[in-house]
């Protein structure tokens, strides 16, 4: 009764189709061997769904399907000039990434991020985009999401003209060799191949870098702050700053903000634990970005073991200033507590000089020749 009285139609936004995390390519093998399927870059970016309505009016939407429209004019006037003439409307399933149209290369998602958030003028922008487009949700007074998404990516291709640094379409590779999905995105075409909104579907599986047995090192970690929950983590600590330790200057330099990889009784647990190490104002040696506002800071006391998918240049943390660029510092992206260090006091965790060392093996193994960072996912 719900789908035939509540239809899927432009202006109303649907929470994307989500993957599962996968813990090696074994996984990966066992659901699509001998199935084909097509590879996808994972580009660094924000999701993005962009909705044109019959009206000609562009609204796009992020990923918690929350209105950003005024952030990116320089994307409403691209779709419009780019989709075909017979397209009179549809909902477009993209990321969209900054890029340098001059070297024709893609930038990293933290230069994305200085873009300004709010009534953002053409003529202002110093930071260009580029939409990728994968997926296409609705067209023409349709709605595709049952389709398969073979069907849906030739209704992608027919609906629009391609133009480099302003709207393109996701690299990609078809085939039924799952040794090709290494570092990509990985989805089926044909067999459960339907687009199921707000669902992390056991259809998409995403075998992300730092879960990957043979990739990525773990970082040793200092919480030096927190911040206090809210909703279902009223009570508790909701986030904390790590810190690594630089030897040389006997500080520690802040590298993140992490907040996921808890469960309930571990986020109650440290929580508890770090209130008894609460001081009143940060120590001389701590180091961190002048925008980071914990609501507490703690005696340095505990080592957390943490992974991420990747580590980026960052102009608000501090870890490893001045070695890889003279006023930035390099930061965490999706970092994830693993486990609580015992064995390890503050001072012997990972060094700033370490953490450099991570950054140049990420370069080195982690990034392609064009600048993506690469996830991989399988998907219907």
Request: aromatic share 10%.
């Given at each position: 009764?719900?789908?035939?009285?509540?239809?899927f139609?432009?202006?109303?936004?649907?929470?994307?189709?989500?993957?599962?995390a996968a813990k090696?390519?074994?996984e990966?093998?066992n659901?699509?061997q001998?199935?084909?399927?097509t590879?996808?870059?994972?580009?660094?970016?924000?999701r993005?769904?962009?909705?044109?309505?019959?009206?000609g009016?562009?609204?796009?939407?992020?990923r918690?399907?929350?209105?950003?429209?005024?952030?990116f004019?320089d994307?409403?006037?691209?779709v419009?000039?780019?989709?075909?003439?017979?397209v009179?409307?549809f909902?477009?399933?993209?990321e969209?990434?900054?890029?340098d149209?001059?070297t024709?290369?893609?930038l990293?998602?933290q230069?994305?991020?200085?873009?300004?958030?709010?009534?953002v003028?053409?003529?202002?922008i110093k930071?260009?985009?580029?939409?990728?487009?994968f997926?296409?949700?609705y067209?023409?007074?349709?709605?595709?999401?049952?389709?398969?998404l073979?069907?849906?990516?030739?209704?992608?291709?027919?609906?629009f003209?391609?133009e480099?640094?302003?709207?393109?379409?996701?690299?990609?590779?078809?085939?039924?060799?799952?040794?090709?999905?290494?570092?990509?995105?990985?989805k089926?075409?044909?067999e459960?191949?339907?687009?199921?909104?707000?669902?992390?579907?056991?259809?998409w599986?995403?075998?992300?870098?730092?879960y990957?047995?043979?990739?990525?090192?773990?970082?040793d970690?200092?919480p030096?702050?927190?911040?206090?929950?809210?909703?279902?983590r009223?009570g508790?600590?909701?986030?904390f700053?790590l810190?690594?330790y630089?030897?040389?200057?006997?500080?520690?330099?802040?590298?993140?903000?992490?907040g996921t990889?808890?469960?309930?009784s571990?986020l109650?647990e440290?929580?508890s634990?770090?209130?008894?190490?609460?001081?009143?104002?940060?120590?001389?040696?701590?180091?961190?970005?002048?925008?980071?506002?914990?609501?507490?800071?703690?005696?340095?006391?505990e080592?957390?073991?943490?992974?991420?998918?990747?580590?980026t240049?960052?102009?608000?943390h501090?870890?490893?200033v001045g070695?890889?660029d003279?006023?930035?510092?390099?930061?965490?992206?999706?970092?994830?507590?693993v486990?609580?260090?015992?064995d390890?006091?503050p001072?012997?965790?990972?060094?700033?000089?370490?953490?450099?060392?991570?950054d140049?093996?990420?370069?080195?193994?982690?990034?392609?020749?064009?600048g993506?960072s690469?996830?991989?996912?399988?998907?219907?």
């Amino acid at each position: 009764m719900l789908p035939k009285n509540c239809k899927f139609t432009p202006g109303l936004p649907i929470r994307p189709m989500l993957p599962k995390a996968a813990k090696s390519v074994t996984e990966i093998l066992n659901k699509f061997q001998g199935v084909e399927f097509t590879c996808e870059y994972k580009y660094d970016g924000e999701r993005a769904q962009i909705h044109y309505l019959e009206n000609g009016k562009v609204e796009i939407y992020s990923r918690q399907a929350e209105r950003n429209t005024e952030k990116f004019p320089d994307v409403v006037a691209a779709v419009s000039r780019l989709k075909k003439t017979s397209v009179s409307s549809f909902i477009l399933d993209c990321e969209i990434v900054a890029y340098d149209r001059t070297t024709r290369k893609v930038l990293s998602f933290q230069t994305l991020t200085t873009r300004p958030r709010k009534k953002v003028e053409i003529e202002d922008i110093k930071v260009n985009v580029c939409v990728f487009g994968f997926d296409l949700l609705y067209l023409n007074g349709q709605e595709l999401l049952q389709e398969n998404l073979r069907v849906r990516r030739e209704h992608l291709y027919a609906s629009f003209e391609e133009e480099s640094g302003f709207l393109q379409f996701a690299t990609t590779l078809t085939s039924n060799n799952v040794e090709d999905c290494e570092g990509l995105i990985i989805k089926t075409l044909n067999e459960d191949a339907t687009y199921e909104p707000a669902k992390s579907s056991p259809n998409w599986l995403k075998l992300k870098k730092d879960y990957m047995d043979n990739l990525g090192d773990s970082l040793d970690l200092v919480p030096i702050a927190a911040f206090h929950g809210h909703g279902k983590r009223t009570g508790v600590y909701g986030a904390f700053l790590l810190a690594c330790y630089d030897n040389n200057n006997e500080e520690f330099q802040s590298i993140c903000k992490i907040g996921t990889g808890f469960a309930k009784s571990d986020l109650v647990e440290r929580s508890s634990s770090l209130r008894s190490n609460v001081i009143s104002k940060p120590k001389s040696y701590y180091r961190f970005g002048e925008t980071i506002n914990p609501d507490v800071w703690f005696e340095a006391s505990e080592v957390w073991e943490v992974k991420a998918a990747e580590l980026t240049i960052s102009p608000v943390h501090r870890a490893a200033v001045g070695i890889v660029d003279p006023n930035k510092g390099i930061s965490l992206r999706f970092p994830r507590l693993v486990r609580l260090r015992h064995d390890k006091a503050p001072e012997q965790a990972t060094s700033a000089e370490q953490v450099t060392l991570s950054d140049q093996q990420y370069d080195k193994r982690l990034k392609n020749s064009n600048g993506y960072s690469c996830s991989c996912f399988a998907g219907s």
